[in-house]
């Protein structure tokens, strides 16, 4: 499985981003996405999945992006997006897409990074105040 991130850049605060993320290979359309992002000098760090296993699908979000960020998943289930509002200069980060093999994570995702298998190259997201 390929992932491929694109659609970071810089915007003012206050402004919306939409980063997507295509999967490639066989299996991709099995696995569950998310997004992750790595501030310079911090942690990687969980920003949100979708657990497409239930009806409808269940979005996860941490705290730090609920109510401004979302994310949606194509009904061919091989290209994650992820919208961002309203945006803050402490979202500057690079964002990286994952995918996660397991099948318990389509009903629940995880928010470690060490249960993703995959990742994206990461795109950079830039907030100026």
């Known amino acids: 499985v390929q992932l491929q991130a694109c659609g970071g850049g810089l915007v003012q605060a206050g402004g919306s981003l939409r980063l997507s993320c295509a999967a490639s290979g066989r299996t991709a359309a099995s696995y569950t996405m998310a997004w992750f992002r790595q501030a310079p000098g911090k942690e990687r760090e969980f920003v949100a999945a979708?657990?497409?296993?239930?009806?409808?699908?269940?979005?996860y979000y941490s705290d730090s992006v609920k109510g401004r960020f979302s994310i949606s998943r194509d009904n061919a289930r091989t290209t994650d997006y992820l919208q961002m509002d309203s945006l803050k200069p402490e979202d500057t980060a690079v964002y990286y897409c994952?995918?996660?093999?397991?099948?318990?994570?389509?009903?629940?995702?995880?928010?470690?990074?060490?249960?993703?298998?995959?990742w994206g190259q990461g795109t950079l997201v830039t907030v100026s105040s």
């Open positions: 979708f657990g497409w296993g239930n009806d409808n699908g269940n979005e």
């Open positions: 994952a995918a996660d093999r397991r099948t318990s994570a389509i009903f629940v995702p995880s928010r470690l990074a060490s249960e993703y298998n995959y």
